[in-house]
T-cell receptor
């Protein structure tokens, strides 16, 4: 069975600084995908970044980068130059075959 | 723009009513659609997975007769909450996936309130 864990219920960061949101996972399947989604208070799930288990390089999308450490089974999200609009819930997710599961989420608050 | 459309976005109805929620993939054919439920300040919990033309696979603890899922075409899945009661009040969100295409896209969700 697969498991995905986010241990930080809440995080604070100063505007313009970088922040790392932690995510660890567990699966016995060698093929899997790791995702990060942002959920603002309005509720929609906004896709941020994707990392495949066989990808050699860490994924990057603008201010988002995924620090993929396969041996440690971690897939941390790094947000650089935080903006006030980054305040939201952030969910890490893992898909194995046809099954996608989410972590508990981290609420990020960006301080002005 | 949105690639998955979910409708309605908000429903308030009386106890005992059945409520249908639609999920459409707009610019791709979704081989698989997923339905999630989210309680306030919690994560998304997978309710069921449906493949076009076949019966949905429900997660353990999800009542099949309460939450009817139909995936009639490659672009449309519906969730019907039958004889809804206040405890069914929640945020329901659908997701559509085309195998081999990343990422999995989500609808904007439906806030269901049963009085």
């Amino acid at each position: 069975a697969q498991k995905i864990t986010q241990t930080q219920p809440g995080m604070f960061v100063q505007e313009k600084e970088a922040v790392t949101l932690d995510c660890t996972y567990d699966t016995s399947d060698p093929s899997y995908g790791l995702f990060w989604y942002k959920q603002p208070s309005s509720g929609e799930m906004i896709f941020l970044i994707y990392q495949g288990s066989y990808d050699q390089q860490n994924a990057t999308e603008g201010r988002y980068s995924l620090n993929f450490q396969k041996a440690r089974k971690s897939a941390n999200l790094v947000i650089s130059a935080s903006q006030l609009g980054d305040s939201a819930m952030y969910f890490c997710a893992m898909r194995v075959n046809n099954d996608m599961r989410f972590g508990a989420g981290t609420r990020l608050t960006v301080k002005p | 723009g949105a690639v998955v459309s979910q409708h309605p976005s908000w429903v308030i109805c009386k106890s005992g009513t059945s409520v249908k929620i639609e999920c459409r993939s707009l610019d791709f054919q979704a081989t698989t659609m997923f339905w999630y439920r989210q309680f306030p300040k919690q994560s998304l919990m997978l309710m069921a997975t449906s493949n076009e033309g076949s019966k949905a696979t429900y997660e353990q603890g999800v009542e099949k007769d309460k939450f009817l899922i139909n995936h009639a075409s490659l672009t449309l899945s519906t969730l019907t909450v039958t004889s809804a009661h206040p405890e069914d009040s929640s945020f329901y969100i659908c997701s559509a996936w085309d195998r081999g295409r990343q990422p999995q896209h989500f609808g904007d969700g439906t806030r269901l309130s049963i009085l």
